[in-house]
């Protein structure tokens, strides 16, 4: 809180009786007095203000903050490119296990709140010198039942990334599709591995971040 304080500046000094006159003007007279007074009323009053502001401000919520939900996805194999099983070492850490597959992870997300941002940490090994590639999916797929299911509508993607290390993918959310409405979607994560020789792809860990709804 701002240091608020208020010092009084007028001083009365006691008139005497059959000595001072009284007198408008003059150093010792009402006006220059009542002038005095009317000037620290006006001081206290702008030290009320003050305080109250500063009250005010204290009182106030906080602006609302983002938060960040940060898991291992439990991949399952699907589509034709699952050839294999993504495993998991005691760190949590998936790993791709076979030259190309696909894994998809069902998520449990907060309603209500805005995506704004998909992190996802790993790594990217070859043991030869052709290439390895990855994607990696958030999308939302309808809960209503209809014939052809619905196409996954995406919300943040990073498609074909070719990378032989660590990797740290930072990517934005579509934001017409950012609000979270666990009664109308489902929401899933896919990622995607291939090689064509003794490669491998790892994934540490997925960062979702959220903001309140604007």
Do not use: C
Not at 48 to 57: K, L, M, Q, R, W
Not at 141 to 165: M, N
Not at 203 to 208: F, K, P, R, Y
């Amino acid at each position: 809180m701002a240091d608020l304080s208020y010092t009084p500046t007028f001083h009365h000094v006691p008139w005497e009786d059959r000595k001072d006159r009284v007198e408008a003007a003059g150093p010792n007279g009402f006006n220059v007095r009542f002038n005095a007074i009317a000037s620290d009323l006006a001081g206290l009053s702008t030290a009320v203000e003050d305080i109250g502001a500063a009250i005010d401000a204290s009182n106030a919520a906080p602006p609302p903050q983002a938060q960040r939900l940060s898991f291992t996805p439990t991949l399952r194999p699907t589509g034709l490119l699952s050839g294999g099983q993504w495993s998991y070492d005691r760190n949590g850490v998936a790993h791709a296990n076979s030259l190309a597959m696909t894994g998809v992870a069902n998520l449990t997300l907060p309603h209500g709140l805005r995506l704004t941002a998909v992190r996802v940490v790993g790594n990217m090994t070859r043991g030869s010198s052709h290439g390895v590639a990855g994607s990696i999916a958030l999308a939302r797929t309808p809960l209503r039942l209809v014939v052809p299911p619905p196409a996954p509508e995406p919300l943040a993607v990073d498609d074909d990334f070719v990378s032989v290390g660590p990797f740290d993918l930072q990517i934005p959310v579509s934001a017409p599709r950012a609000l979270i409405d666990t009664g109308v979607f489902r929401y899933v994560l896919t990622a995607t591995f291939q090689t064509v020789l003794f490669g491998g792809m790892s994934i540490e860990a997925v960062h979702l971040t959220f903001a309140p709804p604007s």
